[in-house]
């Protein structure tokens, strides 16, 4: 009897080769190659080439793609304005941040707007999910649940009931019979997203999958992934905190920029329409400043806090919550070096309150105020808000979007801004700009 043929593949980016590596030779990553059956390719395609037309690029495109709000204006925000008919949505983010409940609350919406939801739930049990929807609420006529596996399953389920959505949660449970390997191996997650693309593109179906990310951030399972969905949300946040944030990082049919904020409840998940207005409840303390930063095309006021404190160590610790350490790094650097402060023999801790991430480079200024603060122990004006890059040669730099991110300060009441001032805009009739033009330009503005 004839041995079946098996190909050695690598479980983080999909690599194959004839024998075991310890090592991959196209991600780097050792340990990772696991033996897989290979599947014979058929000869003849279930479609004949004579019947493949071409079709002009001028007939096709010319309506806009319509769109099918969900119902929560959060993620309807990060979708660009809602679903698209056919499209494949793949939602990531890390164990417990909150994927299900979203999920769950969007195909609630979907199903009292009267449209059918077929819910696949490949981790929980129906039981589970049905007191999960009790306890927030999201009980409706409309979604369906299918507790299956097997994608093959799904697929004839899905022909004879023809839903409006389809629901998986999650992608890295399903598995494909016609191939081997464990569920949310490299090889099913790839099968599995394909025959649910083309029950997307051929039925119509909306579909909606749910994705686990690994320890580096990344979605797991082929990088490839994201390349066959037509949209990708990252839903990221920290479990110690109340905000949760839903990131597009792909999008094929509108702004790859665009953010959700949401706020966990006990109830579920809650939109949060103004974040800045946290900030009513800050303090007026040294090492305390207000930025106003950019999410997608949404301004929003944040706090950025420093402490410098004595320390016992050879090495003083640099610590950074919310902000890149290499930024950290850079901004205490420049102003050393550019604004005669010293940071030598201290400990450094800066955080972005309310557990959020900002990662643009206006952070530098409002980042260098704060440490600025904290280290000589004056407070940053209470209405004053910041933005800019700070340059190695100790420049404040403009950034994008002023317009934006000067209306939202002037909206909560904030009447200064320390950034390089537009050339033109409204928004410079109802705030004073500060003549802060470098690192000692920052430093001096502080009470």
Known sequence: MARARTVWRCQTCGASAPRWLGRCNECGEFGTFVEEAERESRA???????????????SVGADEAPRIAVGIPELDRALGGGLVSGSLVLLGGEPGIGKSTLILQAADALGKQGRRVLYVCGEESPQQIGLRARRISAISEGVELLAELDIAAVEVAVTQTRPDFLVLDSIQTAFDPDLEG??????????????????????????????????????????????????????????????????????????????GIFEMTEGGLLGVDSPSALLEERADVPGSAVMSAMEGSRPLLVEIQAL????????????ATGIDSARLLQVLAVLERRAGLSFAGADVIVSVAGGLRISEPAVDAPLALALASALQGRSVPSRLVAFGELGLTGRLRPVGQTEARVKEAGRLGFDRVAAVMPSTGSAQARVAFERAEDAAGLVALLS
């Open 44 to 58: 003849a395609s279930s479609r004949s080439a004579s019947n493949v037309t071409p079709v002009p690029l001028s």
């Open 182 to 259: 464990a569920p949310g191996s490299v090889g099913q997650v790839r099968s599995c997203t394909a025959r649910l693309m083309r029950i997307a593109k051929d039925l119509g179906v909306t579909t909606l999958i749910v994705g686990h990310v690994t320890k580096e951030g990344a979605i797991a399972g082929p990088r490839v992934l994201e390349h066959m969905v037509d949209a990708v949300l990252y839903f990221e946040g920290d479990r110690d905190h109340a905000f949760r944030v839903v990131r597009t990082v792909k999008n094929r049919f509108g702004s790859a920029s665009e953010v």
């Open 308 to 319: 410098v404190s004595p320390s016992y160590l050879p090495a003083p610790r640099r610590l």
